[in-house]
C-alpha cells in the first residue's frame, strides 16, 4: 500500500530527514521517501491511515497541501 502526499515547507535537505524519520517511527510505515522540490512525500506500508499520515506530517511542521 502506497500514499503520496504534497506537502509544504520543505526547504532542504535537512527538512527530508525530519519527515523520513518521523514517519519512519509510525507502526505499519515499511519506506518514506520524501522530495525537496515540490514537497512530495511517499509513504509505503502495510497499514496506512491517511487521516494518521496527515496529522503526523503536520505535527512535524509540514502541512498537507490540499
Known amino acids: 500500500m502506497q500514499e503520496v502526499f504534497t506537502v509544504s515547507n520543505v526547504k532542504c535537505g ?7 524519520d518521523g514517519l ?3 507502526n505499519g510505515i515499511t ?3 520524501a ?3 515540490g514537497g512530495v512525500v511517499t509513504v509505503s506500508g502495510d497499514t496506512l ?6 496529522a503526523e506530517l503536520m ?8
Open 14 to 20: 535537512g527538512c527530508v530527514t525530519i519527515i523520513c
Open 24 to 26: 519512519k517511527k509510525l
Open 31 to 33: 519506506d518514506v521517501d
Open 35 to 37: 522530495k525537496v522540490e
Open 49 to 54: 491511515s491517511r487521516e494518521m499520515l496527515d
Open 59 to 66: 505535527r512535524l511542521g509540514y502541512p498537507v497541501v490540499e
